[in-house]
């Protein structure tokens, strides 16, 4: 059986979480969320993942491991152990909301533009596509520097459209 191991990662309240809890629903996942320490960070969202988030599943004959970045700076530190162990990217910013997506543009340009060769393939995920944004996923693409066709929109919630942004990472065709 393959085996890929998918970093999720993305600014804080993006989605990363609810991500990997929806596709590894029917397998394990373990979330570190806790209470947002920082004041001003907390204005965003109140919980947030700590360490990291850790989810697998198997799909498609394929062992799927993915590992979920933290939310907020003071544990960026561990951007690049996770980078170390994964092989693909999926790069998640909240579409509806466009200092999210300007906040991931920071974070792309400080951990993972420098990196983006140590990975076999990545996407960026234009999440809570169920809610209005005043951005095209051209202008998300545009915005993070982007090729438009690594650009995918889904909704974390939804289990379908999440395995549809792996089906793009993986280069595979959704078999359902
Ligand atoms: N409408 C909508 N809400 C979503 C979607 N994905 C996530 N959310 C909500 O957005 C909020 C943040 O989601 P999380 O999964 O905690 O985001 P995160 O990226 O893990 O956040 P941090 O770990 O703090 O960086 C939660 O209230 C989710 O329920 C989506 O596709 N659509
Ligand atoms: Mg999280």
Known sequence: MRLARVLVAGPLGAGKTTFISTVCSDGVFISTDRRVTS?????????????????????????????????QKRFFYFIPVLIKRCDYLIFIVDWSSPPSVYRGRALL??????NLSRFRNFVVAANK????????????????????????QSVATNRESCLSVVSKLLGLLLST
């Open 39 to 71: 004041p001003v960070e907390r204005r965003i969202k109140e919980k947030t993942t700590v360490a990291f988030d850790y989810g697998c599943t198997r799909w498609n004959e394929i062992k799927l491991v993915f590992y979920g970045t933290p939310g």
């Open 109 to 114: 340009e400080r951990y993972f533009r420098p």
């Open 129 to 152: 596509a169920d809610l209005p944004s005043p951005l095209t996923l051209a202008d998300v693409a545009e915005i993070l520097a982007v090729d438009r066709g690594r650009v995918v």
